[in-house]
């Protein structure tokens, strides 16, 4: 019998994209014959894995786990919202989540390197991922991970879309309620000085593009034009509102809107030090499917064939 060696896996490996393990088994039941191998991984997997690495993952999971005093917070991707109720699939979220959490990883690279093992694949995360690519048929990916440690933590998963981690100390409840509120409110930072820069300046180019906006208007009515300095308060004023807004301790409290969720931490003795807001799909670009142009295409690519 052919010794399947570590340079035919990798290559099968890189041929299918199929799971590690997958591919060793393959090769051992052709006796190291390299296209049988591929014939008898595209049967199992229907080549599936390949065919799906490339295609938009805008679905999706988050999920968190804390152990002791260390928590993890994933987002992982897939096609379609079908996926997000496979039970093997979240299997392999919420195992992400506990790995992120107990071996502090230095990025995704490294997490899917991590030792894990379901459904017949692995031996790491990463083999289980392409393995349920495989027997699911859709691509899946993880996207980013948030690890914690040194603090309390408290969590909050609205459904499975919208994840909050939350560092604090003092009074549980109250961190489970700011992590709550973060989920329905989405601050983007603790307090304005926290508020990243590039967002500041874009929130103040809007103001001023407003207070342009005004000044034509009042200038096309025949109305006097309001002076720099006033034009100047404006925009800061906006800039200042803006802050108020997106920095959770200014944000008042959804429980009690008589109070900011500063006041009310402070009442409960309580102090938040870091959050984490993961929304799943953010910031990526769905593809959105023009049926009739793909009627319209496979028609004329039809005429030109016949």
Known sequence: MAAITASMVAELRAKTDAPMMECKRALTEAEGNMEKAEELLRIKLGNKAGKASSRVTAEGVVTAAVDGSAGGMIEINCETDFVTKNDSFLAMAQ??????????????????????????????????????????????????????????????????????????????????????????????????????????????????????????????????????????????????????EVSLFNQSFVKNDKQTVEQMLKAAGTTVKGFTLYVVGEGIEKKVDDFAAEVAAQVAAAKAAA
Do not use: C, W
Not at 121 to 144: A, H, Q
Not at 185 to 194: E, F, G, N, Q, R
């Open 95 to 244: 195992a992400a989540a506990r790995l992120v959490a107990k071996n502090n990883p230095a990025d995704l690279a490294a997490l899917g390197a991590l030792a894990y093992e379901q459904d017949g694949f692995g031996p790491t995360l990463e083999d289980v991922r392409k393995g349920l690519i495989g027997k699911i048929g859709e691509n899946m990916t993880f996207r980013r991970f948030k690890r914690f440690e040194g603090a309390k933590l408290a969590s909050y998963l609205h459904g499975t879309r919208i994840g909050v981690m939350v560092a604090y100390e003092g009074d549980e409840t109250a961190a489970k309620d700011v992590a709550m509120h973060i989920a329905a409110m989405k601050p983007v930072a603790l307090s304005t000085a926290d508020v990243p820069a590039e967002l500041i300046e874009k929130e103040r180019a809007v103001a001023a593009g407003k207070a342009e906006e005004d000044r034509k208007t009042a200038e096309a009515a025949g109305k006097p034009a309001q002076s720099a300095e006033i034009v100047a308060k404006r925009v800061e004023g906006g800039v200042q509102k803006y802050l108020k």
